[in-house]
Structures are given as structure tokens and as C-alpha cells.
């Protein structure tokens, strides 16, 4: 069964700095995709970024960015540039290729302080 | 593009009680999920529709929930009777497809259920 552990629960940085989310995943799979979600206070998740397995090139979205290390069965989450409306939990996420059971990491709550 | 909308919002009932949430999906998707969110935990799957056909209930609790996509759009998820341990958010989540690359999930607002 694949599972995904989330080893920081929380975490604070300071606006305007730059934050890195660590996240490692245990499947026997080769072929998967993995995502970190952004879920604010009292409003609804949305998807921050993806990376499928295959692709060797880590993926940026604008101030987010990701360090994927497949072999270490890691997938870290960096912030650049924090802002205060990054304040969030954030997930990260497994799925199989051709899978849609996605298995969430229990979160990590980020504050960013002005 | 209309977001996945849900409902209520908010509801407590007393254990041994029954609950229905309801789901709408984004149109067209024809792909549709349930999850339970417990505090402090991230989203654990329950139930995974493909048009109004299960592809995946295999965690959900069988003998106290329930939940049908009758006409392949909108869902509703029951629970009874409620336990104590059923607390949650409740999320419905869509998605155009099962593939790729159609397999991304659009999250509702949830329904946060107390159970007293």
C-alpha cells in the first residue's frame, strides 16, 4: 500500500522568505504522480502543483517549485517569496498512474508572519 | 466554470442519528469522489464514482454508509447510524476522467459534521 508521511507538522516563515515542505512516499510502483494541495483556513483545497514520476524535471509553478528525488522517494514543496495569503495546511499527495485513489500525508500547517 | 458545490455546510446531530450530504459536481465531469477529512488527518478516500458507477468503495463503511450517483451527476453520501468517531469534513472532489490527463480533482467546500 503506498503510503505518505508529512514529517513537519507545522511550520512558520516570514513574509517576503523562501519555505521548503518536506514530504517522502513509500510505493513499490514505478509509474505515479504526486501533488502538493493547499487548503486555507475554512476554505476549500485547491492544487498547488504536480509532477508525474516519468519526468525528471522538477515542476514550477510561478513561486512554487518542487524537489522530486525518485529514488529517495522524496518530494519537497518550496515557497519563494512568502506570502501571507500562502497561510495554509498543505497536502501532499500520491496516485497511482491510472489511479485515481489519491492518498493524502496528514498535512503541515504553515503561518506566514508578517 | 461553476465550482464543486455542496451541502450543508455545517450540520451536528446526535449519535445514533441519520445524515445525508449532497454533492454537485462540475459539469461534465463524469468522474466523482468522496473523502472523510478527521481533524489533524488529510483526506482519506471512501467512495469513487465513474459516471453512476462505483470504481472503488473498498473504504468505505458498508454497514453504516451509503452513497449513490443515480444519474451519473449529482451524489449523495448517508451515513446511519452516526458514531461519535464520524466527526469530520466530509469533501466531494470531481474530475473530468479517470486518465490522464483528466485525472485532476477539483475539491467542494465540505460539510463539517459533529456528531454529539
Known amino acids: 500500500a503506498q503510503t505518505v508521511t508529512q514529517s513537519q507538522p507545522e511550520m512558520s516563515v516570514q513574509e517576503a522568505e523562501t519555505v521548503t515542505l518536506s514530504c517522502t512516499y513509500d510505493?513499490?510502483?514505478?509509474?505515479?504522480?504526486l501533488f502538493w494541495y493547499k487548503q486555507p483556513p475554512s476554505r476549500q483545497m485547491i492544487l498547488v502543483i504536480r509532477q508525474e514520476a516519468y519526468k525528471q524535471q522538477n515542476a514550477t509553478e510561478n513561486r512554487f517549485s518542487v524537489n522530486f528525488q525518485k529514488a529517495a522517494k522524496s518530494f519537497s514543496l518550496k515557497i519563494s517569496d512568502s506570502q501571507l495569503g500562502d497561510t495554509a495546511m498543505y497536502f501532499c499527495?500520491?496516485?497511482?498512474?491510472?489511479?485515481?485513489?489519491?492518498?493524502f500525508g496528514a498535512g503541515t500547517r504553515l503561518t506566514v508572519k508578517p | 466554470e461553476a465550482g464543486v458545490a455542496q451541502s450543508p455546510r455545517y450540520k451536528i446531530i446526535e449519535k445514533r442519528q441519520s445524515v445525508a450530504f449532497w454533492c454537485n459536481p462540475i459539469s461534465g465531469h463524469a468522474t466523482l469522489y468522496w473523502y472523510q477529512q478527521i481533524l489533524g488527518q488529510g483526506p482519506k478516500l471512501l467512495i469513487q464514482f465513474q459516471n453512476n458507477g462505483v470504481v472503488d468503495d473498498s473504504q468505505l463503511p458498508k454497514d453504516r454508509f451509503s452513497a449513490e450517483r443515480l444519474k451519473g451527476v449529482d451524489s449523495t453520501l448517508k451515513i446511519q447510524p452516526a458514531k461519535l468517531e464520524d466527526s469530520a469534513v466530509y469533501l466531494c472532489?470531481?474530475?473530468?476522467?479517470?486518465?490522464?490527463?483528466?485525472?485532476?480533482?477539483?475539491f467542494g467546500p465540505g460539510t463539517r459534521l459533529t456528531v454529539t
Open positions: 510505493t513499490s510502483e514505478s509509474n505515479y504522480y
Open positions: 472532489a470531481s474530475s473530468p476522467g479517470l486518465a490522464a490527463p483528466s485525472y485532476e480533482q477539483y
Open positions: 499527495a500520491f496516485m497511482k498512474y491510472n489511479n485515481n485513489d489519491m492518498r
